[in-house]
């Protein structure tokens, strides 16, 4: 038994504890019930702050899915030669990955059983769209190699990016910018001597 | 309710449905009624063919398994330098990946909760630690471009291939050889031109 902690939670540090759990049972597999014993509160001092878990799912992913739109924005994904850009949008990409990454593994995750879901869903395949879009430009400005198939290419770029949840924990091994180095080296200049 | 079929299953065809059922409900998630039900038999049955359903899932990721190390011992991941190697080791590995696709998907999706899943996690492991050497060997002789970080390229080429699982349908998309082939080239060679 642990006696309930006093409600100190900001809307931030309750979504951490949140997506921590969603991560660790599976959105599908957690209940107020599991999120009230986590974070120490009562399930009523969680509803004081938001109206169900779904509303904590939406915040998390939202948070995942601003971080990777916010890179679409900056002037590195904006201006120059769409191979520089793309560039670019992988190695931030990467790197939004790593600073979020509780976040952004949840996204990964995401089956589709909600309208929260969903809606997530259906962003992630905008981004990816849009990335598809900008190896499409890369290759009509003839920067790929002409033996590639973009969409298979945007679908292994990003299978590689997206493994980095797998196996990149920010207290050991390598840290996020060797990382998201190696990310664009292997997928621009790949692994051999030319 | 669904009359039970007459027990015509073969080692193999029972295993078929199991591992249907583990990538579908999570193997975790499974019990033998659910087995029982997709196969369309009886519980007695299924045990006349196996001990529990820890036995299926080792045939599964066994099969999976003896799949990834018969490529090591095929003439071409034994023979020449050690860059065509790896690109031999990746192709095939691309190829096994696609060909025994459930299996491969259940052994990528396993936990380590049981004695068998820690079997097939160490074995994976195994695998991925004979092709890390290969990537060493290659660096060694000159053949990778110098500002490779090994264990980060192995990663990251594991997590190429891996992705394969996620989005990779026989029966539509691109075929199996077009996607090996893309995936040897975004490797060895990468997108842009040099």
């Known amino acids: 038994m642990t006696m309930a902690r006093r409600d100190t939670y900001t809307p931030d540090t309750l979504l951490a504890v949140a997506v921590r759990v969603f991560n660790e049972r599976g959105y599908d597999g957690t209940s107020m019930e599991h999120l009230s014993k986590a974070a120490g509160i009562s399930k009523s001092s969680i509803y004081h702050h938001v109206r169900g878990k779904e509303e904590l799912l939406r915040r998390a992913v939202a948070r995942a899915l ?7 924005a900056e002037p590195g994904a904006t201006g120059g030669r769409a191979v520089e850009r793309l560039e670019y949008v992988t190695r931030r990409t990467a790197e939004v990955l790593m600073a979020e ?4 593994t949840l996204l ?10 969903r809606w997530a869903l259906a962003r992630r395949r905008e981004f990816d769209q849009q990335v598809a879009e900008l190896l499409k430009q890369a290759a009509a400005e003839g920067d790929l190699r002409a033996d590639i198939d973009v969409r298979l290419a945007t679908r292994l770029l990003f299978g590689m ?5 797998e196996w990149y924990r920010p207290e050991r091994g ?21």
């Open 101 to 104: 990454l509780p976040y952004v």
């Open 66 to 72: 601003d971080g990777l739109f916010g890179i679409l």
């Open 161 to 165: 990016i997206n493994s980095i949840v």
């Open 174 to 194: 390598s840290a996020a910018p060797e990382v998201s180095a190696a990310v664009v080296r292997m997928a621009f200049a790949g692994l051999r001597v030319t």
């Open 108 to 117: 990964l995750r995401v089956h589709g059983n909600t309208d929260t879901e």
